[in-house]
């Protein structure tokens, strides 16, 4: 009985394994690729940073643009501004929610876009975050024709993530990979502020 459980086990992992085996052969390719994670759940910039840290950990160098509102003081800026194998930019101050002048923010945007689009025409940068870029998108402050235009002119080899909430559809058509993170809960709205380590 025991025996027959294990039999069977083996068959099955031994099928597995071939599955497994044979897509591996097929992807062999090499080429940069663009990942786009969106949704409404906590981990999509930590993803992405976390990517940073992989590059870094192979010796590459690594861009990262953010379109925030804000100065927020977080963690991995502190961090990664210390790596020499690292370009930060901030592209977000002067974004503002509540004037709602969307000729000043467009200005901001795009002013911030020329920025970003130096990082994707830089070919020594192994890949490219563009954080919350989905913002200024979703709001008409940048043109996703545009965005995608520069991204696909970028150096063959180059990856690229972009972060945020809501994004385009066209956006998603264009990625190669695309994760959309789920909120099941998040402590927040247990009253928990935002915890340095953990959400900044
Ligand atoms: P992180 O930077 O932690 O990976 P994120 O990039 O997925 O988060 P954002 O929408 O950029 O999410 O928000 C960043 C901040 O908001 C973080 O402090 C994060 O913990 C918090 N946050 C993210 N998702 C939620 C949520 N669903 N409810 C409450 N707070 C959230
Ligand atoms: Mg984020």
Do not use: C
């Not at 099928?15 to 906590?42: F, P, S």
């Not at 972060?163 to 998603?172: F, H, K, S, V, Y």
């Not at 789920?182 to 247990?190: C, I, N, S, T």
Request: hydrophobic content about 40%; glycine content about 10%.
């Amino acid at each position: 009985m025991e025996e027959d459980r294990a039999r069977r086990h083996r068959r099955r992992m031994q099928r597995k394994k071939a599955v497994v085996d044979a897509a591996m052969a097929r992807a062999t390719g090499d080429r940069g690729v663009l990942l786009v994670l969106t949704g409404n759940g906590k981990g999509k910039s930590s993803s992405a940073f976390g990517m940073v840290a992989r590059a870094l950990g192979h010796g590459l160098r690594a861009g990262v643009a953010q379109f925030i509102k804000g100065r927020q003081d977080t963690g991995e800026e502190a961090f990664f501004r210390r790596q020499p194998g690292v370009r930060w930019e901030v592209l977000g101050e002067g974004f503002t929610w509540e004037t709602q002048d969307l000729p000043r923010d467009s200005r901001t945007a795009r002013r911030g876009w020329a920025v970003a689009r130096e990082l994707l025409r830089d070919p020594g940068l192994a890949l490219v975050v563009l954080d919350e870029l989905t913002y200024p998108l979703r709001l008409g402050w940048l043109s996703l024709d545009t965005v995608l235009a520069d991204i696909a002119a970028r150096p063959r080899h180059q990856h690229v993530v972009i972060t945020g909430r809501g994004a385009p559809d066209a956006l998603i058509a264009a990625a190669d990979t695309v994760s959309r993170v789920e909120d099941v809960k998040h402590a927040f709205r247990a009253g928990i502020r935002a915890q340095p380590g953990v959400d900044r």
